[in-house]
């Protein structure tokens, strides 16, 4: 299994930028797809972006393209999350996710996870 560990949230600005990072150690990391999701308040954990080990293929949740950027180096064992043009509704804490098979949007399907980063947008 492999551990991660979220930074890069915060209070910010509607309009604002931001980048999540999620740094892993453990097993290898250049062999995991890895993902984001978030958890508004009241709401359902839902699936924002995955990556696979190359980098090459991502996927996102419709809400978020175009906004959202995933993106990992594995020389430095870390995965981004590059947030533009926050919105209100963006304010979540935000997971990443590791060890889960490519093409997935489910969480259960995730094996390894962080204990989240929180982002807060004020409108």
């Known amino acids: 299994q492999v551990q991660l560990v979220e930074s890069g949230g915060g209070l910010v600005q509607a309009g604002d930028s931001l980048r999540l990072s999620c740094a892993a150690s453990?097993?290898?990391?250049?062999?995991?797809?890895m993902g984001w999701f978030r958890q508004a308040p009241r709401k359902e954990r839902e699936f924002v972006a995955a990556?696979?080990?190359?980098?090459?293929?991502?996927y996102y949740a419709d809400s978020v393209k175009g906004r959202f950027t995933i993106s990992r180096d594995n020389a430095k064992n870390t995965m981004y999350l590059q947030i533009d043009s926050l919105k209100f509704e963006d304010t979540a804490v935000y997971y990443c996710?590791?060890?889960?098979?490519?093409?997935?949007?489910?969480?259960?399907?995730?094996?390894?996870w962080g204990q989240g980063t929180q982002v807060t947008v004020s409108s």
């Open positions: 990556i696979t080990w190359s980098g090459r293929n991502t």
């Open positions: 453990g097993r290898t990391f250049g062999s995991a797809v």
């Open positions: 996710a590791a060890d889960g098979p490519y093409g997935s949007r489910t969480q259960a399907d995730f094996r390894s």
